[in-house]
């Protein structure tokens, strides 16, 4: 079946280094690929997206780019901030089964230091 | 503009002991979900709902029931809680696009502690 791998967390960054969380998946057919983030105590909220191969969704100084070849949708950002500590989930949508719903990674927390 | 509201945030129950998750949306949504979210872990759908009348079973429906009688609720019930159940919950909803794009929009939760 579908599936989406993150890397383990926590990651700890110092404020202004460059972030990486990958993720990969495994899937039939052609996903969208999601980028969620939770904040302390809050819901999740979409950060990103991508629907087809090769597309970059970006927001908030966050990237990622769909690559079907070798089949991740890593997140980066050239600097973080102390604001961006949180848990980031990579996700992917899957409608077998006749209903549209997403596959979770298991979320990667990033901890930023000032 | 409240997007999806769930109310109570924190709740602790005996075994045994049932109650009611409300999940409301006021944004037109046809597909409304429910996940459990435990330490650690991603997301595991529930119960899920393309419409009102219309509802059916995710990854994990065992010890769980829903209904959805108008387009803007969604409760989800536990009849004999479990000290298994003790999870954080969230409530998500999305518009019918006809894609697979869809983005869901989620609650921000309800802890829920079983003893």
């Known amino acids: 079946g579908n599936s989406v791998t993150q890397m383990e967390g926590p990651v700890t960054l110092s404020e202004e280094a460059f972030l990486t969380i990958n993720c990969t998946y495994t899937?039939?057919?052609?996903?969208?690929l999601f980028w969620y983030v939770q904040y302390p105590g809050e819901g999740l909220q979409l950060l990103l997206k991508?629907?087809?191969?090769?597309d970059k969704g970006s927001n908030k100084g966050f990237e990622a780019t769909y690559r079907k070849e070798t089949t991740s949708f890593h997140l980066e950002k050239g600097s973080v901030q102390v604001s961006d500590s949180a848990v980031y989930f990579c996700?992917?949508?899957?409608?077998?089964?006749?209903?549209?719903?997403?596959?979770f990674g298991a979320g990667t927390r990033l901890a930023v230091h000032p | 503009n409240a997007g999806v509201t769930q109310t109570p945030k924190f709740r602790i129950l005996k075994i045994g002991q049932s109650m009611t998750l409300q999940c409301a949306q006021d944004?037109?949504?046809?597909?409304m979900y429910w996940y459990r979210q435990d330490p650690g872990m991603g997301l595991k759908l529930i119960y899920y709902?393309?419409?009102?009348?219309?509802?059916d079973k995710g990854e994990v429906p065992n010890g769980y029931n829903v209904s959805r009688s108008t387009t803007e609720d969604f409760p989800l019930r536990l009849e004999l809680a479990a000290p298994s159940q003790t999870s954080v919950y969230f409530c998500?909803?999305?518009?019918?696009?006809?894609?697979?794009?869809?983005?869901?929009?989620f609650g921000p939760g309800t802890r829920l502690t079983v003893l």
């Open positions: 991508a629907t087809k191969a090769d």
């Open positions: 944004m037109n949504h046809n597909y």
């Open positions: 899937a039939t057919g052609y996903p969208s």
């Open positions: 998500a909803s999305s518009p019918y696009a006809g894609g697979v794009t869809d983005t869901q929009y």
């Open positions: 996700a992917l949508s899957d409608r077998s089964g006749g209903y549209n719903k997403l596959i």
């Open positions: 709902s393309v419409g009102a009348g219309i509802t």
